[in-house]
């Protein structure tokens, strides 16, 4: 391996650790070994990372979900899966990059100053995107894309509400929604109307003023990032054959309610679970480059605020994206 930096030479980085289930209070930041590559691999430096809903499998709940990640603790110690940086080496069997690339993508333990990810979920930065700028993307745009483009087919002239416009994920729905041609109403907090208008949307509901679930006009989609209202409520918004698709829930239980009461209602429900997709990857890189989506940055923390940055991503609150710059 290349050794181009001090830290480098003596195989040992600094990184955020889990080694036990719990809030963001048990992180730590520790020295711990640079990790090696498998042939299909890519080490990175990471120049920033950015927290996801994701990230609170630090938790262990629900316990469920400990069968994938470690009964007792976790298996992986390292956190965060959003980054970008520079390519450091690669695997034998890497043809995509060579050291020294730009990139970004989704990888193993991303709050670190190194971190691994197979090829097929990187792409190349663009050279007029930042590298926090492109690290605030991959989970939360691919959330968005896949929904707003798979699940709900939405088609140019269409009429979409999207609740918690505002956020991680709700930032990138309101630019693509428009990209497609939509007509965006947006429902957000009062401190985020402005934004939530630069970004597209034509029509901005405040949520702490105005019952959403009542508007006049009736839409063809209902893209719900949040989950904080019931689903017969959320379908009074709705065209009676329009598509709720649901994409945030606070509980396990709101998830299960909603396919439950599904049946109540003439409406199409569907739930996004975002898969990584290269082609994906490409397609988000080619809106970045082309300025089709811009990502909104809410707040920036150093790699030893990592913690903090899951603390503000979990309050529910967030605006745009919270970014770890390495």
């Known amino acids: 391996m290349a050794t181009t930096a001090p830290e480098r030479s003596a195989l040992t980085m600094k990184a955020i ?26 080490l990175i430096r990471v120049r920033a990372a950015s927290a996801n809903p994701i990230d609170k499998a630090i938790r262990g709940r629900p316990y469920v979900i400990r069968a994938f990640t470690g009964l007792r603790k976790p298996k992986n110690i390292f956190v965060g899966r959003d980054l970008s940086g520079v390519v450091e080496s690669i695997g034998r069997n890497v043809t995509r990059f060579r050291a020294g690339d730009e990139v970004f993508g989704v990888a193993r333990g991303a709050f670190a100053q190194y971190a691994t990810a197979r090829e097929i979920n990187l792409v190349r930065k663009p050279p007029n995107v930042t590298f926090e700028e492109a690290a605030a993307v991959p989970i939360a745009a691919i959330t968005a894309l896949q929904g707003l483009r798979d699940k709900a087919a939405l088609q140019a002239g269409q009429d979409i509400l999207i609740n918690g416009a505002g956020g991680g994920v709700g930032t990138f729905a309101v630019q693509i929604a ?3 041609g939509a007509r965006v109403t947006a429902v957000c907090s009062t401190a985020n109307m402005d934004l939530v208008r630069a970004l ?12 959403f679930t009542r508007t006049p006009r009736r839409h063809d989609v209902f893209f719900d990032c949040v989950g904080n209202r019931s689903l017969t409520a959320c379908c009074r918004a709705l065209q009676p054959k329009g598509i709720y698709v649901a994409v945030g829930t606070k509980t396990l239980r709101h998830l299960l309610w909603v396919r439950l009461s599904s049946p109540l209602v003439s ?15 490409v397609h988000l890189a080619d809106l970045l480059e082309s300025h089709k989506i811009v990502p909104v940055i809410g707040r920036r923390f150093s790699l030893a605020e990592a913690p903090e940055a899951l603390r503000y991503v979990e309050t529910g609150h967030a605006r745009g994206k919270a970014v770890v710059t390495i």
């Open 17 to 42: 650790v889990c080694r036990h289930y719990g809030s963001p209070d048990v992180l730590r930041l520790e020295d711990v070994e640079i990790p090696t590559i498998a042939d299909d691999e890519v």
């Open 178 to 180: 428009k990209s497609l």
């Open 200 to 211: 597209g949307a034509a029509d901005v509901i405040d949520y702490t003023r105005d019952d």
């Open 267 to 281: 409406q199409k429900v569907v739930f996004v679970m975002a898969k990584l997709r290269n082609t994906d990857l």
